[in-house]
């Protein structure tokens, strides 16, 4: 955003539709700054958070109209949490590199390999994979999801360095083994083992804040005598909010940077700022479009549909995901 004049103005405009019709707004903490004010400070957001607390808030909300400042995936998943209600997202084009890594097809392939290995989808699925699988699970709850199986072996699907960072934890407290996937987020598998190392170099007493997406090896390399934590994007908050360090080097996507910033102005975050290209496709202005379009012919340029059998099918590894808070 530019001019400040013209954000005052989009601010203004926003809050008056979403008044008008009956509408809250979600966002992921990696949309850019100006999109994770919330209304009480001046801004136009009712709420923001990580996979997982947004999930949560919009099967919880009363409003009858979601617009969701997210990717499209996340906007589905409030989709299959409110089947009463509308959800739009200002660019239905905000994908992920995760969740266009396998489809429904190849998860039934899966399962014909591997039959009764229970299946664990991260929430970074679009909903028709998710309708195939057993379970939901975001990197905040992952590790309890995979822990509470009877099971030996699970499948755990689509991020294969997620899965190599879990299969290391789960694998040492219980033994269990995961079979993988093959997918990558294309933002953090960006973090590597050289980057991490040049950077600890460069800044001695910081402390490392690594999410579950990266490599295993630039894990590897991180916790090497240094303090920090290898986990969600809630996880990390809550470390830095605890520790008493004042310099962090965050391999994450970059707007969480100025999420930590906001919430702990005192401390120093060093990242490399790589932007996550699908959550950067929404702006102040399309979420304004979206609430100028709701109600009017081209509505469906922003809305989520999905068919009522996928719905359906989707809800149940969502509700289960959702039990487990
Ligand atoms: S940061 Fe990675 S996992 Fe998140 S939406 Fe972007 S590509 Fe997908």
Redesign the pocket.
Known sequence: MQNPLIAKTIFSEIRKLKQEKDAVILAHY?MPPELQILAKDGGVVDFTGDSLGLSIEAAKTGAKIIVFCG?T?MAETARILNPGKEVFIPDREA?????SSITAKDVKALRAKYPSIPVIAYI?TYAETKAECDICCTSRNALQIARSFDSDTLIFLP?VYMGRNLQKNIEKETGKKLILWHGK????EQFTSASMVGMKLMYPDAEMLLHW?VPEETVDVSFNNRAGILGSTSDILRYVGESKSREFILAS?CDLGASLKGMYPDKEFITPCIK????KKITLQNTLATLEAIGAEQENKYKICLSEDIMNRAYLPVKRMIDFT
């Not at 996550?276 to 959550?279: A, F, G, R, S, V």
């Open positions: 990696y990717v995936f994908g992920c590199s995760l969740a970074n991020d987020c294309e933002v953090h997406e996507e996550c290209p699908y959550m």
